[in-house]
């Protein structure tokens, strides 16, 4: 099923009259309410004036997360206090919270967007959707609510936490559907174990996982262990919540709501647009949102488009799966490499642990690109060309992802460091002065 | 005869052999024989220890977070005389087995060569072997 089949199936050529005619109205809206925006504007020499397609947003500054903790609480919003409905906030590891506030248009559109998401995912009036991502400042829980109130859903609004009681009401009240990041549905996958409960007295059939990156592996886990679909819903705070994006019934990339949300990728260091289908970071502006317009934000997430029709018959871009953060990004030999990268291709190897550790230096003003990797103590073998073969594999299948040849290192178990998300993946000695 | 070898896979850095060495010595396991190949940046020893010891020479390694694999080789006693490796090298050849890698150590105290073979074949070779 389509919720909006005529914004989600629309000729690319109206979709961009369509967003030819938000931009300019959005960017006016923008710099005429926004001291901010005008401000930044006018550094920028450019003026609404000079928009008259969406082919002129490159000619837009963009907009960082800096930029949202530099007016904080309230100095990026575009219209007076008392027309905001609502406030979000993120907290972040560091920093200042970034704040974002929605007028009533904002949040019937962010409640469209989830509900395209949901009808995408095949769930309709009649399903009972667990939200057990947390009600409150975060945008997860009542973002996904007011998507299932859309659809003429029924709520349950479990919010996160206290697992045991989560599983006896989706048990009990037949829960068709849940929403929560996918490392907590894996959590609670793990609980239905443990309490020896049968999978098959659950009614669930979709998991709206986000919030998070997950892996296509992860996908298959989830699926197995709770005998339901896995889709992906994308979307970050500073654009409106979750429901920026979903996957539909082909899973084969994450639709944007293009309409409301409209996506660029750009090389984060030339910060110029890249061809079509190249991989980048991520870009987003609202086209539709008056409380506190988005322009031109830059996500950091790096991923691709694929502006191909989907055989689910929408036009609407896909998005690939997030690939790392720009902020990892080096550059060795010229060519832009990623540590998140490299992680992948790891997922690709059964021999191989999930660890690694990129040295980068100079020597003989050429930058050496080692990676340490462990193989897992199962496919250790006694003899020697086995172990170079495995070398040698991971070492084309790197060559031909990223572009450069690596120089493999395979260290004794337990030498990389494990705590994932904080380790350090990447080390470079190269000085440049 | 079948044997058991206890296979370390081993970073390329002076003083990683040493490491095994000191640990089994510590313990008071004898290494009869080994040998060790190398790419690179890394190796594998290979390592022979008595019978009753190989239990626990390979728990000890491993605790000590090395990579270690046992394995069956076959192990040929070889007369000191001209022409008998040859003659069991032909049989093995003739039986389309091929040598991973052999290693071969003496002691005084015997008539015999002692050889370690690793052959893609392990029961077959064995077999050759014994009927020598
Ligand atoms: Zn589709």
Redesign the interface.
Known sequence: MIWNKKIECMSRDEMHALQSEKLKKIVAHAYNNSPFYKKRFDEHGVRPEDIHSIDDIVKLPFTVKQDLRDNYPFGMMCVPMTQILRLHASSGTTGKPIVVGYVQKDLDNWSEAVARCLTAYGLGSDDLVQIAYGYGLFTGGLGAHDGVTRIGGTVIPTSSGNTQKQLQLMQDFGATAVACTPSYALYMAEEIRKQGLDINNFKLKVGIFGAEPWTNAMRKELEDKLHIKAYDIYGLTEISGPGVGGECECQNGTHLWEDLYYPEIIDPVTLQPVEHGQKGELVFTTLDKWGMPMIRYRTRDLTYLNYDKCDCGRTAVRMGKILGRSDDMMIIRGVNVFPSQIESILLEFPEYEPYFLIEVDRVNNTDTFDIQVEVKPEFYTDQINELVRLRQRLTSRIQSVVGIQPAIKIVQPGTIERSTGKAKRAIDHRKFE | MLIR?I?V???NEKGKFAEIARLLGNNNINMKAFTV???Q????A?IIVEREQIERAFNLIKAN?????M?HVVYLECAHKPGAMAEAMEKLAAAGISV??MYAFADSSSEFSHVII?PDNTELANQIISEL
């Open positions: 070898q296979s896979f081993l970073e190949s190398e790419t940046d890394f190796g594998i290979r977070s090395y990579a270690v694999t394995t991973e890698y690793r």
